[in-house]
């Protein structure tokens, strides 16, 4: 099946810091999502992007399919963005995503 | 609202006895996945089902079972069998089709004792 690696593991920043979380995919997709699972265990949906660039505020993502990546970038970073964000993709319609192994970021005031 | 709920938050049980971790979603989604989240890991896929009577084992599907017996709800069970059942589960659905995004629950903090 399709694999999903996510870099970097571990990301600490400073309030206001920008950051660049990257998840790479081993075959092509046709859908990809963004999750940020908060302090309590939820995942929060963040963005569906199986290609092109979309923005949320302070939040963007960039999928390549082409190349099997995906980007999501953060901006003005908050301590409330704190948390592990995770990617998942899917390349048929058997029903399965592949989940990453999820960034853990850590937001310091 | 619309959504999916897993309940309870927080389950605890002997050693020994099967528990029932329920998940209702009224998204009228097609699609439920179960999920498993060990401490500091990720997400590994516990079964899943596709449409009602029909469900597949996932990557991690001994000593658990489920059912789909309605569109709803997708229960799943922790059997005694299962070796190491103290985890985080989560639960989420989907609509049919490659072009459609998960949703989650809020997920269900098992301890065994």
């Known amino acids: 099946g399709i694999q999903v690696e996510q870099s970097p593991p571990d990301l600490i920043l400073q309030e206001g810091a920008n950051s660049t979380l990257r998840c790479n995919f081993s075959?092509?997709?046709?859908?990809l999502q963004w999750f940020h699972q908060n302090p309590w265990g939820q995942l929060i949906n963040l963005f569906y992007?199986?290609?092109g660039t979309k923005q949320n505020g302070r939040l963007s993502a960039t999928t390549v399919a082409t190349e099997r990546y995906s980007l999501l970038y953060i901006s003005s970073s908050q301590t409330t963005d704190s948390g592990v964000y995770f990617c998942?993709?899917?390349?048929?319609?058997?029903?399965?995503?592949?989940f990453g192994d999820g960034t853990t970021l850590t937001v310091k005031p | 609202d619309g959504g999916i709920t897993q309940s309870p938050k927080y389950l605890f049980r002997k050693e020994g006895q099967n528990v029932t971790l329920s998940c209702e979603q009224n998204?009228?989604?097609?699609?439920m996945y179960w999920y498993r989240q060990d401490p500091g890991q990720g997400l590994r896929l516990i079964y899943y089902?596709?449409?009602?009577?029909?469900?597949q084992k996932g990557d991690i599907a001994e000593g658990y079972s489920v059912s789909r017996e309605k569109k709803e709800s997708f229960p799943l069970t922790v059997t005694s069998a299962q070796k190491n059942p103290t985890a985080f589960y989560l639960c989420?659905?989907?609509?049919?089709?490659?072009?459609?995004?998960?949703?989650f629950g809020q997920g269900t903090r098992l301890t065994v004792v």
């Open positions: 989420a659905s989907r609509g049919q089709g490659l072009n459609t995004e998960a949703f």
């Open positions: 075959d092509s997709v046709n859908n």
């Open positions: 992007i199986p290609s």
């Open positions: 998942a993709a899917r390349n048929t319609n058997a029903g399965k995503s592949t």
């Open positions: 998204l009228n989604h097609d699609a």
């Open positions: 089902s596709q449409i009602v009577n029909d469900f």
